[in-house]
């Protein structure tokens, strides 16, 4: 299988909770790709064994823009309403780079992986994109600390059956 997503497309998913950080979210949520990863690339770069379909890396997205009242941390980008239609979206949301899953190309976890358009809601326009990007790095680099990783494939996490 093909690498189905591209870095800053926005898709379907069942994000992993951090109260069960392997197994898939119970809810379909929408999420942003900052990485795509074959088997091989995978297994070096998290040194773990990754199936021969690949993985992602993917970072929270939610409309409950109210969530931060007024205080947005390190790592949250904000995108208003006008900016959320450009990206084809319905409402504003928000992008949270500090919440990270490490997942399968595996349907249990895209449930729309095997669609025409493989769950890809939109592709965020390249300034958006460039924004996750640098804030997934700042807080990589500097806030440690408050990044959440979930998802089988995490660094230390327990791999994919």
Do not use: C
């Amino acid at each position: 299988m093909s690498v189905p997503f591209r870095d800053g497309d926005m898709v379907w998913t069942y994000f992993p909770y951090d109260t069960a950080p392997n197994l898939p979210g119970p809810i379909r949520h929408a999420a942003v790709i900052v990485g795509t990863f074959d088997a091989n690339e995978g297994a070096r770069r998290f040194g773990m064994r990754v199936p021969s379909y690949g993985m992602a890396v993917g970072v929270y997205t939610s409309s409950q823009i109210g969530k931060f009242e007024g205080t947005q941390p390190i790592g949250v980008i904000q995108v208003p309403l006008a900016r959320a239609v450009k990206n084809k979206n319905q409402s504003a949301f928000f992008i949270d780079t500090r919440i990270r899953a490490f997942v399968p190309f595996h349907q249990s976890f895209f449930p729309d992986i095997g669609a025409e358009d493989h769950g890809i809601i939109a592709s965020l326009d390249r300034g958006l994109w460039k924004r996750v990007q640098e804030e997934y790095v700042r807080v990589s680099q500097r806030y440690r600390e408050q990044i959440v990783e979930v998802g089988p494939l995490r660094p230390g996490g327990p791999g994919f059956p």
